[in-house]
């Protein structure tokens, strides 16, 4: 097995988080753990054993996951932004980074994965 193994998931829709867990596993993934709030993903990256990680651009409640990105982003761990808008909603820093596209396709999360 070849690139990241354990794949944060950030995603506060309970359905789609349960969904990118399924294709982690078809891919041969593991999730590194699934967090719906900044505060959640950040102690999950604290407490270690993330190799990469997929992160809804938009969270419950207006939050947005930038913080996250932010914290990988300063341990060099790789990441892929989930979105349902346009780039745009991206924070300018990390508009370079890969994007995913919902809905999700099994073919796209493998791509955005080997993106990384």
């Known amino acids: ?15 789609i988080a349960m969904m990118l867990e399924d294709f982690l ?14 505060a959640g ?3 999950l990256i604290e407490r270690g054993g993330v190799d990469a990680a997929i992160l809804d651009v938009n969270l419950r409640g207006g939050e947005k996951s930038t913080p996250v990105a932010e ?3 300063r341990r060099d761990i790789p990441f892929v932004f ?12 990390f508009r370079g980074r890969p994007t995913l596209m919902k809905p ?3 073919d796209g999360v493998a791509k955005a994965l080997e993106a990384l």
């Open 71 to 73: 914290a990988l982003a």
């Open 104 to 106: 999700f396709t099994m």
């Open 25 to 38: 596993e078809v891919l041969d993934k593991r999730p590194a753990g699934t967090a719906d709030t900044v």
């Open 1 to 15: 097995m070849t690139g990241p193994q354990q794949i944060l998931i950030v995603e506060d829709e309970p359905l």
């Open 82 to 93: 989930a979105t349902g808008g346009t780039e745009e909603s991206v924070d300018d820093r």
């Open 41 to 43: 993903a950040l102690a």
